[in-house]
């Protein structure tokens, strides 16, 4: 059984278009994150939702927007897609925020031409 | 907020070598600290964690050492085999409301058969 899971894994696509990922987790977490890992491997914090509230909004340029349905999904949706936005972006869970192990996806690799 | 600095970035050991990687943290508040495996085309993956009240933990090969006075902790991998060949990752945190976790650049090892 997948813990969590994000889709799709690989996205290709065009400067200007508007794309989501999508990620579950079946562990009972309560905590969800995105993450983005850039091609260099530096794996920086986008966002943090925890019970559904956003508890964690680092730097992040307004083109992207997290949304948590429920406690056991967290997507994230992207606006006019740039270059600068491939990556490899990983989607985590944890017990709760803080000091509890994080559970990361497979993540889906984005790659904007 | 909290800056860690993880060192060396890339290191190649002999099988059966020992490989260790440092970490420096700076905020004295931080009492959480876990490493991560990240294989490739995988996410990253706990493989050991110590907290601010013990000095030392082990688990079989790998074992992570803190520092609390000098903010240093370090990985070490012994009997290093062909499938420790990962990016490994240190990460500091502390408990108590809405924290991230922030992970050091991450250190590429290659262990040569």
Redesign the interface.
Known sequence: DTAVSQTPKYLVTQMGNDKSIKCEQNLGHDTMYWYKQDSKKFLKIMFSYNNKELIINETVPNRFSPKSPDKAHLNLHINSLELGDSAVYFCASSQANGDYEQYFGPGTRLTVT | GENVEQHPSTLSVQEGDSAVIKCTYSDSAS??F?W?K?EL??????II?I?SNVGEKKDQRIAVTLNKTAKHFSLHITETQPEDSA?Y?CAA?????????T?G??T?LQVIP
Not at chain 2, 41 to 46: A, E, S, Y
Not at chain 2, 93 to 101: D, L
């Open positions: 009492n959480y876990p991560y990240q085309g995988k996410g990253p993956q706990l964690d907290r990016v990752f945190t502390f408990s108590g409301g809405y924290q991230k976790v992970f650049i991450g590429k």
